[in-house]
């Protein structure tokens, strides 16, 4: 069985990378959108990236972001995954040539199926609440919108904590877990023991489920 890969996003702190990766984080977003709270320039993010063990990864945020932002963002973490969370077309998504992944607003009447296949190319889609603005807020969406039959590999996002995430696994099965605000004491400063909770909670989640495929 594949277990279920877990994201913690917006860091801005040397000590909540190292908590993560402590932790057992698989990836670590960094958000280079310069409205949001959690913001890190390019440079910020690769003083950060830099604490991170080869098979981490870096994931890069962007929202509605010029070629001159992303190609900052780039230079300055080459390696990064890119996650768009905007307004961006296919072709947007895939200018830059490297591997991404697409943000979809869940909300009632949102065809998943649709925008799935529009955006192929992604390697997952990661399924976050609608809400005003960009970004799921910290809000959990009726994950039952969520169909059976999604053509692209599915990360679940949308106010996730250690409370509600074995839940949301076992019900949805992602290939992966993103999480923010579920792990914060404040907008943008995590924390440690609420990181290793919602790591320990995926754990629990994955042993469920080979338990009930045995």
């Known amino acids: 069985m594949s277990r279920t890969r877990i994201k913690i996003c917006g860091l801005t702190r040397e000590a909540d990378v190292a908590a993560a990766v402590a932790a057992g984080a698989d990836a670590i977003g960094f958000v280079m959108y310069a409205k949001s709270p959690r913001y890190v320039s390019p440079a910020r993010a690769a003083e950060l990236a830099r604490l991170l063990p080869p ?38 998504c895939e200018r830059a040539g490297r591997p ?18 529009q955006y192929s190319s992604a390697q997952a889609v990661l399924l976050d609440a609608h809400v005003e603005g960009y970004g799921g807020g910290g809000k959990v969406f009726d994950w039952s919108l969520i169909p059976k039959n999604v053509p692209s590999p599915v990360v679940l996002s949308g106010g996730l904590h250690a409370g509600n995430v074995l839940t949301g696994i076992l019900q949805v099965r992602p290939i ?39």
């Not at 605000?181 to 469920?208: H, T």
């Open 55 to 92: 098979f981490v990864t870096p994931v890069g945020l962007f929202v509605n972001a010029s070629e001159a932002e992303l190609a900052a963002g780039l230079q300055a973490l080459p390696n990064m995954l890119l996650q768009f969370h905007g307004d961006e077309s296919p072709q947007e």
């Open 100 to 117: 991404y992944l697409r943000a979809a607003r869940m909300g009632e009447g949102f065809d998943l199926l649709n925008f799935a296949t």
């Open 176 to 214: 992966a877990v993103d999480v923010s605000s579920g792990v914060e004491e404040a907008k943008g400063l995590k924390s440690a023991a609420l990181i290793r909770q919602f790591c320990d909670a995926v754990r629990q989640a994955d042993a469920r489920i080979q338990e009930l495929s045995t």
